[in-house]
Structures are given as structure tokens and as C-alpha cells.
């Protein structure tokens, strides 16, 4: 053997570089291998190979070590259209090119190549090199990522980011939505413009507790729509951080809860006013009683009496639940308040639709159970031909109108007016016309008791709850919660 160096001085220098390189790929943890100027594989490394999930054989397999490719989109990429074909058929480096790689398992790997040609020193192409990075991470982040930001567009929550100058930064279709601001409207103007004079204090307080990396959860307030006005929102705010952990800013989520409010303060009303109803038909109970047992000859006939007007006063209170107690009509209360003495050609009830509130129609319901007990007792329906009409008219205009309710009866026996007025004439004439505030008469002619009823009602007695109703559901921010 003779040392030929001297006359080959190019080869002795390349093939130690090339064993440098062969070295240095092995050890490097990042994916890497070579190829020959034809695109035969020469060298890889372990992350290659841990990459591909196979072990290619070198100077037979060309281009590429995984069993296939796909491009970015998820279409097949021919090996010889891969990213270190190009370079070496078109002689120029890749930088960065993505696709994707599939293991003899079916996982897939999404990866950046980057590929440098390899040279010798005259300048001739003698293969090439190429990094493989394994974006699979970054793949996972971008998905998220993506998903976060379509959660946050399409949330019915309003999602706002605020930088610490308090400026808009980001604003969701929620926030829209809730705000009515639009997103070219809103992103970067002070967020100061959506909270009002009064919860100044509150905003900074929030600015405060944000700063030094709280996070402030579920404060019901009050923002500020485009036009103005208020909405109650449970709000919840976030630090935003950068990598370092310093706050950069805030998340703002918003939920509107005006309709829990509304409904808050609507129970709220309702539960007084049931107390006031209670305390009320406990007060005609107890009166009812007291009446009953000073007037009766008898403890059965107070008994009698008492039991017959507390069934009258629960079923004036039944057709008022049906009914929401917000009101009844008063054909259904005259209906109910004679069906026990119904009977063919007793009544005659003739009149318009009136909607009368729960404390005049229980008002009207008691008094012609005690018209009706006394008819049948003493006047018409103590009978079998006598009859009883009861006909209502309605005068007036669009802000007040009074009722006229007549009952006459007819065919009973003749009339003598009593030497003393009952509980009955004392219901109906002082307490009756105190309820309606107006005026009842009763007249005691020899052919059957005439009574005759005058009420003033305010347009229409559904017309103040619904106002009322109105009112919580459009009561401004100062006024709420």
C-alpha cells in the first residue's frame, strides 16, 4: 500500500469533513439525514428515525425515511415530490416546508423541512442535508388555539380584552350582542365608556385587584349600552399574563342576568303582595266570623252560615288563581257565586266584559253570596217560579269608567223591609261600597229586593298591574337590585 494523499490532495480533507458531518448528525437530538446528489439516503439520525418509526436502508430508499406523505391539507404527496426532491431537482434549498409524515403504526407527524444542498469544492452538487422539526406541538396549540377563539366568538357571553390603559383590545359577538357595540365600534376605545358615573368606584377597585393578579369572579353590575341604557351583568374578570408572568392586561366576561334580576324583583313584589292578600282575606275571616257568630240564633246556624261564606270567599279565590289574580271577569264571578242555586230560568245576567281586581271581584263575590243566601231564604229563590235578573252596564271613557250592576228579584213572596240590618245589609252597604269606592243601595220593594251596585274602575283594572309589571321590567340601573 503506498499514501497517494499528496496526489489526491481534494478527497482527504472531504472525506474527513463528511465523517464530521456523519458524527454530528448522529449526536444531534434534533431530526436529521443526508442524501446523496440522486436523493438516495445516506446517513440519518436516531430523531429521524424515531420520527419515521422505521429504519430505512441506506443507498436503497430515496428522498425520504417515512413509509408515506401528505401534504398540509391532508392529500397524498409523492415522495418525489417531497421537500428534499424539490431542493435537489431544482437546485436550491428549502426552508420551512410543511408536511406530513405517516409511521408504519398509521401516526402521522406534521413537520418543517429545511433543506441545504451539500457541495464539493469545485461546486458541484453532491447531495444534501435535511432537518426534520416535529411541529406536532405546535400543531396541538394552533388547534386549541383556533377552538378557544371560536368558543370565545360564537359565546353568548360578552368576552372582552382590555390592555392595562384600560382599551379595548378584543370584542366577541356576545359582547355585541349584549352591548350592541360593534367590534370596529368598541376595539380601542377606553372601556370606561361602557360602565356608568356611579360604578366608577367599583371599575377601579376591579382595575386594582387585576393588577396585582387576582381574579375577580361573578360581581353583578350595571354596564352601559350604545343607546345608554342598562344592563345587569355577572361579570368576571382575568389577568392576562406573557410568558414572564407580568399582567398585561384583563379578560372581561359578561353574562347577561337582567331577566334573573327582573324575575328577582317580580318575586320580590309577589311575595308582598301575597303577605297583603293573606293578611287580607285573614282580616275578612276573622270578620266573617265575628259577624257570624253575633248574628246567629244558634251555634248550628253559625256554623251554617259561617261555612257557607268562607266556601263562597275560596271560590271567589280559585277563579282569581286561574286567572294569575291579577283579574277576573265578571261574568265568571256571578256564574260562580250562584251555581249553587242554579236552576232553569233562575237568572237572568246580561253585560258587557268587565275585568275587575282580585279586591273588588272577592268584594263582589261576597255580596252576591249574601244576596243569593237571603233570596233563598226569604225573596225570590225561595220559590220555584221566582227568578232574579242581574244586568251590569259600563259608562265612561278610556281614563275611567263606572259600573252599574243591578240585581232585582222577582216572583218571591212579598217584601218587608227587616227591623234590623244583618251582617249581610252591613256587608253590602258599608263594606262593599268602602271596597268599590263607590256606592250600594239596597231597596226593599213589595215585588222583591232591588240592590244596586256603583263602582268607579280605573280604566281597566288590569291596566295597573300590567303598569306595575312594566315597571320592574323597565326600572333603571339606580332603581335596581
Known amino acids: 500500500m503506498r499514501d497517494v494523499a499528496e496526489h489526491r490532495p481534494g478527497e482527504g480533507p472531504l472525506c474527513r469533513s463528511e465523517a464530521r458531518l456523519h458524527e454530528l448528525i448522529e449526536a444531534l437530538p434534533g431530526a436529521l439525514y443526508t442524501t446523496d446528489a440522486a436523493g438516495r439516503i445516506t446517513s440519518y439520525n436516531p430523531a429521524a428515525a424515531e420520527l419515521w418509526g422505521r429504519l430505512p436502508k441506506l443507498g436503497a430508499e430515496q428522498w425520504c425515511g417515512s413509509n408515506r406523505l401528505y401534504k398540509p391539507d391532508g392529500t397524498p404527496m409523492p415522495h418525489d415530490e417531497s421537500p428534499m ?32 444542498l451539500l457541495r464539493d469544492p469545485s461546486g458541484v452538487i453532491t447531495g444534501a442535508v435535511n432537518m426534520l ?3 406536532t406541538e405546535r400543531k396541538r396549540a394552533e388547534e386549541l388555539a383556533l377552538r378557544l ?16 390603559n384600560g382599551i379595548i383590545t378584543s370584542w366577541n359577538q356576545g359582547a355585541e350582542r349584549l352591548l ?35 381574579h375577580v369572579d361573578h360581581v353583578e353590575t350595571v354596564r352601559l349600552r350604545k343607546d345608554g341604557s342598562p344592563v345587569w351583568v355577572s361579570l368576571t374578570v382575568s389577568p392576562l399574563k406573557d410568558p414572564q408572568g407580568n399582567v398585561i392586561g384583563a379578560s372581561r ?22 303577605n297583603h292578600r293573606v293578611k287580607n282575606t285573614l282580616a275578612k275571616v276573622q270578620a266573617i266570623a265575628s259577624q257570624t257568630l253575633r248574628n246567629a240564633a244558634s251555634v248550628e246556624e253559625a256554623r251554617m252560615s259561617f261555612e257557607t261564606r268562607l266556601i263562597a270567599l275560596a271560590k271567589a279565590h280559585d277563579l282569581l288563581t286561574r286567572e294569575s289574580w291579577e283579574s277576573a271577569d265578571l261574568t265568571d264571578i256571578v256564574r260562580d257565586a250562584l ?139 339606580d332603581r335596581q337590585g
Open 180 to 214: 350592541t357595540y360593534t367590534a370596529e365600534e368598541a376595539v380601542g376605545t377606553p372601556v370606561s365608556m361602557l360602565i356608568p358615573p356611579d360604578r366608577r368606584d367599583e371599575e377601579r377597585s376591579i382595575v386594582r385587584r387585576v393588577q396585582n393578579g387576582e
Open 253 to 274: 366576561i359578561g353574562r347577561d342576568i337582567t331577566e334573573r334580576r327582573r324575575g328577582e324583583e317580580h318575586r320580590r313584589i309577589l311575595i308582598g303582595e301575597l
Open 339 to 477: 251555581e249553587l242555586y242554579a236552576g232553569a230560568n233562575r237568572f237572568r245576567i246580561d253585560g258587557p266584559v268587565v275585568r275587575l281586581g282580585p279586591e273588588p271581584a272577592l268584594a263582589i263575590a261576597m255580596a252576591l253570596h249574601e244576596l243569593s243566601t237571603n233570596a233563598a231564604k226569604y225573596g225570590a229563590l225561595s220559590r220555584d217560579d221566582g227568578c232574579i235578573d242581574i244586568v251590569w252596564r259600563l259608562k265612561g271613557d278610556a281614563d275611567g269608567r263606572r259600573l252599574s250592576l243591578r240585581w232585582a228579584e222577582r216572583g218571591g213572596p212579598p217584601v218587608v223591609p227587616p227591623q234590623r240590618k244583618g251582617f249581610g245589609s252591613r256587608l253590602l252597604e258599608r263594606a262593599l261600597a268602602q271596597e268599590l269606592g263607590g256606592e250600594v243601595r239596597v231597596v226593599y220593594e213589595p215585588t222583591g229586593v232591588i240592590c244596586m251596585i256603583e263602582a268607579f274602575l280605573l280604566a281597566d283594572e288590569t291596566k295597573q298591574q300590567n303598569a306595575a309589571i312594566g315597571e320592574i321590567r323597565n326600572v333603571p340601573s
Open 85 to 116: 426532491a424539490l431542493a435537489l431537482k431544482e437546485h436550491r434549498p428549502i426552508q420551512g416546508a410543511e408536511a406530513i409524515a405517516e409511521r408504519p403504526d398509521g401516526g402521522r407527524v406534521p413537520f418543517l423541512a429545511y433543506v441545504t
Open 133 to 135: 422539526v416535529d411541529i
Open 149 to 164: 377563539a371560536a368558543i370565545v366568538e360564537t359565546s353568548d357571553d360578552s368576552i372582552i380584552g382590555v390592555d392595562l
